[in-house]
């Protein structure tokens, strides 16, 4: 069955510094991935796509790198400012609409 | 505000009481989700509607659920004789298909459901 796994559960980083959260799916099949942000008492705001034709999406801050020989995918955050702070999902879906979600890994920033 | 609106944001009931709740989603988006969140986890799929036809529903959904989106707009999503392990956030999603935007989900508040 498909299962989205993140390889911790938190991650603390000094403000300014840049920020890597992983996750690793099982679903060979999945075309299509997302990066969710998720603030506490909030529901998951999305923060970048990427295709499983693609291997790298950029965005404002933020790079999405896939790697599907090992089923690989991390989010990059550039220059982790206060409002980053946040729990991070990546999701996956297979052709089927639901999206199936990952744990998740709260990034904590300190000053 | 036009994005995906939820009512209420929270809801405290008494085991074995039904609640309904109700997601408003982007006006022009034509796909509804419904998913279920617990703390510390990812929200899980419950079910899913294109307009007005509810397309997918998860083994999740129990007999005591049931989803509605009667004119393809709002949906309800009622809870029966609720059981203390129902409590969790219900997230509320919508999307067009077809789009610029690859049937990307757009997420509501949530409700946060506690059965006591």
């Known amino acids: 069955g498909e299962s989205v796994g993140l390889h911790l559960p938190t991650l603390s980083v000094q403000e300014g510094d840049n920020s890597i959260i992983n996750c690793a799916y099982s679903?060979?099949?999945?075309?299509?991935f997302i990066w969710y942000k998720q603030e506490s008492g909030k529901g998951p705001q999305f923060i970048i796509d990427?295709?499983?034709?693609?291997d790298k999406r950029q965005g404002q801050r933020v790079t999405v790198l896939l790697n599907k020989t090992v089923k690989h995918l991390s989010l990059q955050i550039a220059a982790t400012q206060p409002g980053d702070s946040a729990v991070y999902f990546c999701?996956?879906?297979?052709?089927?609409?639901?999206?199936?979600f990952g744990q998740g890994t709260r990034l904590t920033i300190n000053p | 505000d036009t994005g995906v609106s939820q009512d209420p944001r929270h809801k405290i009931t008494k085991r074995g009481q039904n609640v309904t709740f109700r997601c408003d989603p982007i006006?022009?988006?034509?796909?509804l989700y419904w998913y279920r969140q617990t703390l510390g986890q990812g929200p899980e799929f419950l079910t899913y509607?294109?307009?007005?036809?509810?397309?997918?529903k998860s083994r999740l959904l129990s007999d005591r659920f049931s989803a509605e989106r009667p004119k393809g707009s709002f949906s309800t999503l009622e809870i029966q004789r609720t059981e203390q392990g129902d409590s969790a956030m219900y997230l509320c999603?919508?999307?067009?298909?077809?789009?610029?935007?690859?049937?990307?989900?757009?997420f509501g508040p949530g409700t946060r459901l506690t059965v006591l």
């Open positions: 999603a919508s999307s067009l298909v077809g789009g610029p935007t690859y049937n990307e989900q757009f």
């Open positions: 006006s022009e988006h034509n796909r």
């Open positions: 990427i295709r499983s034709n693609m």
């Open positions: 999701a996956e879906r297979a052709g089927a609409q639901k999206l199936v």
């Open positions: 509607f294109q307009n007005e036809a509810q397309l997918e």
């Open positions: 679903n060979s099949a999945s075309d299509y």
